[in-house]
């Protein structure tokens, strides 16, 4: 213990003695937790729609009103023509063009039936398929008021009708900030601890004080948990300001017991500082380990589930997600703040990220023997 105590004191000197660095650790996570969540927005809005009305009738007029007073749609065009509303299209100033037949009213009024005509710019999928579905639901309301107006209420009080009574669970108001900052922070917490940790050996070999460190009495061990400690302490204070960000600044209170968050973070840092120790026992160069660290970075990343459901995953992305450890701190994240879940409900993440982290220290402090 004696030893392990110098080399804290060694290593938190270093840390300290750094002001810039030190204060990217603590600043640099809180401005991009702050700023990430307003721009990683899962909601679709402004969507720029062209109608072209060949009617322009009362109802038409009723219908685009209702259509832009929705709040999810910015009228670009109002077009006499098709050919008009696809130029808009080509010029990438409209998502959706809808057109409005000749005989629009009179067709509702006297056949009750009328066809409506989209077209959804599909480049981007995502904004394709929301445009097309938020479309397609005010259309539906619409119909819905016509046939209120048009038919007598007699007609429907003898009809039978199924209601169905809706309620959302864990994130009542639908608030996709809720459910992004949890995730973000975790992103967050493994970058820090990842690319510090994967820098902190390599930089003794380019400083040339891993000869001195080598010829001294210091076990292996003993020097790997000299480099992990202070690390996990920083990686903690980071996790508890994402914590407090998320709180005064989102309004986002955790529902589950929070030493049951602490204790998975502290395994999880385990786990990520162990993988980032391990690449700095391979590389010789600052360069190169952050290259490397980088790599598996954006697989943690685009593979971890914070923007794409592991469940919508080809079955090999859904293996390889299983040795991502940083999907599991992202699961646990947001059952223990969103949905209140306890230290047994989370106790199969838990082991398979302790099994991470003792295996990863474990090769990291044999490589180092092994190499030097």
């Not at 003695?17 to 030190?22: E, S």
């Amino acid at each position: 213990m004696r030893t392990i105590r110098f080399l804290l004191e060694k290593e938190f000197r270093q840390i300290f003695r750094n002001k810039a660095i030190l204060l990217l650790i603590i600043i640099m996570p809180v401005m991009q937790l702050i700023i990430l969540p307003l721009a990683a927005n899962y909601e679709v809005k402004n969507i720029n729609l062209a109608v072209v009305d060949h009617d322009h009738s009362s109802y038409s007029q009723k219908l685009i009103s209702k259509i832009t007073a929705s709040g999810y749609f910015k009228l670009t065009g109002y077009n006499a023509s098709f050919k008009e509303g696809m130029k808009l299209i080509e010029a990438d100033k409209a998502d959706l063009i809808l057109e409005i037949p000749h005989g629009f009213e009179r067709n509702l009024v006297r056949e009750n039936h009328q066809q409506l005509f989209i077209v959804v710019n599909a480049i981007n999928g995502v904004k394709a398929n929301l445009g097309g579905a938020y479309l397609g639901s005010i259309i539906r309301d619409f119909n819905n008021d016509i046939r209120l107006q048009l038919l007598p209420v007699s007609k429907f009080s003898g009809a039978a009708v199924i209601e169905i009574s809706s309620s959302n669970l864990f994130n009542p108001l639908m608030k996709y900030k809720f459910f992004m900052v949890p995730g973000i922070l975790a992103i967050l917490v493994t970058m820090i601890g990842g690319f510090l940790s994967a820098l902190n050996i390599v930089k003794e070999k380019e400083f040339g004080t891993i000869e001195q460190i080598n010829v001294s009495p210091i076990r292996k061990h003993h020097f790997i948990l000299g480099k992990l400690i202070p690390f996990w302490v920083l990686g903690n204070v980071v996790f508890t300001l994402g914590l407090l960000v998320s709180w005064l600044i989102y309004g986002i209170e955790p529902l589950g017991n929070l030493l049951v968050l602490y204790l998975f973070a502290s395994v999880f840092l385990l786990a990520i500082l162990g993988f980032g120790l391990l690449i700095s026992t391979f590389c010789d160069t600052q360069q190169q380990a952050m290259f490397i660290m980088f790599f598996f970075m954006m697989i943690f990343i685009l593979m971890g589930g914070l923007f794409t459901s592991i469940d919508s995953m080809p079955d090999w992305a859904k293996i390889v997600s299983r040795f991502n450890p940083v999907s599991y701190l992202i699961e646990v994240m947001r059952m223990v703040i969103l949905k209140g879940s306890g230290l047994r409900d989370i106790l199969p993440q838990l082991g398979t990220v302790g099994v991470f982290a003792i295996v990863l220290n474990a090769w990291a402090v044999w490589n180092y023997k092994k190499r030097n």
